[in-house]
């Protein structure tokens, strides 16, 4: 039992990073094997995180409208979190497009190969996204994980809730209380993160041989860059016009983007993006728990912004294609409004490339060639993703008058405290 005291008095940024060096140690020496050894303790805390999202959503949006007092502050609060999603889009892609063209990473790059079963993606229509969004049945919707439409019916029975007055108090109670219910779940797999990032991070590196990088390096060079200056200068840029500590946002987010750099999933970091976002930045629960899984499923800044920028240089470098203004001006436009003509769509960033190089008329082969180099992409651009998920919140409660500067100021990485500890 004191073995057991200990091992939860250590922090948990700490218990998570101590999982991801001996993650990478396992797979290094075990090499190819690794996947098989440790890779289903990787996909039992992915399976974990999954069976929490859908509840946690679904009774979250639920408790969070029906304790607001007004639609007027529904409208307001939406239009702000959609139009600073579309501005950190806009900035990401010039990001990529800047990163893209200073580092030239199509350039020398020769002989590539697609895998034999790659086809390319197929762009859904916008209206059908739209419509997709109404769910013709809510429980198939919670079965089938459709975050989207969970997040829909959720707000409309919360609206009807509101509506119906005194008469549904305790229906409004007990969404609280299960609510409640699944934060305490939540409580009880975030203690399985350290053992799950092992078992993710050591099958990633037994898998992947430096054979596979080294054709892509100057790729996955720029990347890595775009969606490190996106992180570090303009959020952190924002963060300081809105008079906030970045340095304080980012600690208190360190524990989500851990999440989400070894699962490649935004929605398996979105419990702790919420809980982060609420817990360690101050935003009142009533909009995180609408704003983070609606930006976990539209606001996709590594995936849908930077990824399809580099990309389209990358493949036009690749096949000695000169890329003119108003392709730019497609690929900007591409990026920005497709990310909510394909929210909710699987193998999101696979569907942008397609999109916005379909749009600039640029080789859609060029995209198999990165399939090989995915998994490694995915994981700074999954990042990318959870800390845009996680800034919007914060931007929009500063300028509401909803943020608890208290909270934020005290800049915590814990996200269960001493009292609520499992053990």
């Known amino acids: ?31 190819p ?18 069976m929490i999202a859908v509840p946690l959503v679904f009774f979250a949006v639920l408790h969070s409208v029906s304790s607001l007092h007004g ?10 979190t959609f139009a ?8 990401a892609v010039a990001v990529g497009l800047v990163v893209a063209l200073v580092t030239q990473p199509g350039l020398g790059v020769e002989g590539l190969a697609a895998p034999a079963n790659w086809k390319p993606k197929v762009v859904p229509e ?22 989207l439409q969970v997040i829909f019916f959720a707000g409309l029975l919360g609206l009807a809730l509101v509506k119906i007055g005194e008469k549904s108090a305790g229906l409004r109670a007990l969404a609280g209380e299960a609510n409640n ?35 892509l390096a100057s790729f996955v060079g720029a990347l890595y860059l775009a969606c490190a200056i996106q992180i570090v200068v303009v959020y952190g840029g924002l963060l300081l016009t809105h008079g906030l500590n970045p340095l304080k946002f980012f600690r ?7 999440v989400a750099f070894t699962s490649s999933s935004s929605f398996a970091a979105m419990p702790i993006a919420l809980r982060s976002v609420v817990r360690n930045m101050g935003v009142k629960e009533e909009y995180a728990a609408f704003a983070v899984p609606l930006g976990a499923s539209i606001k996709m800044d590594g995936c849908g912004a930077i990824y399809p920028a580099i990309s389209a240089v990358f493949i036009a470098q690749y096949f000695h294609l000169d890329l003119q203004p108003a392709q730019y001006v497609v690929i900007l436009l591409a990026s920005v409004l497709g990310s909510f003509g394909t929210a909710g769509v699987p193998g999101t960033a696979t569907v942008m490339v397609t999109l916005v190089l379909s749009s600039a008329g640029l080789p859609l082969e060029g995209i198999g060639y990165l399939v090989a180099i995915d998994r490694i992409l995915d994981m700074m ?21 909803i943020l608890d500067l208290e909270v934020y100021n005290r800049a915590s990485s814990e996200l269960i405290a001493e009292g609520e500890q499992v053990a």
Request: charged fraction near 15%.
């Open 1 to 31: 039992m004191s073995l057991l005291t200990s091992w939860f008095r250590i922090r948990f940024w700490k218990r998570v990073a101590a999982g991801f060096v001996l993650g990478a140690l396992a797979g290094w020496v075990f090499g």
């Open 33 to 50: 094997s690794a996947a098989a050894w440790f890779g289903p303790l990787g996909e039992l805390y992915v399976t974990l995180i999954k």
């Open 71 to 80: 639609v007027k502050d529904v409208a307001a609060l939406g239009g702000r």
């Open 84 to 91: 600073w999603f579309a501005a950190t889009a806009t900035l």
């Open 126 to 147: 916008p209206i059908k996204v739209l419509l997709d969004i109404v769910p013709a049945n809510p429980f198939r919707a919670l079965a089938d994980g459709k975050i």
């Open 181 to 215: 219910g699944m934060i305490q779940v939540t409580r009880f797999v975030l203690e399985v993160t350290p053992f799950g990032t092992f078992g993710l991070i050591a099958a990633l590196v037994g898998s992947y041989g430096f054979e596979k990088l080294l054709p």
């Open 252 to 258: 208190a987010a360190f524990p989500a983007m851990q």
């Open 381 to 401: 651009r999954t990042m990318t993703n959870v800390t845009g998920q996680m800034l919007v919140p914060v931007l929009v409660a500063r300028e509401r008058g």
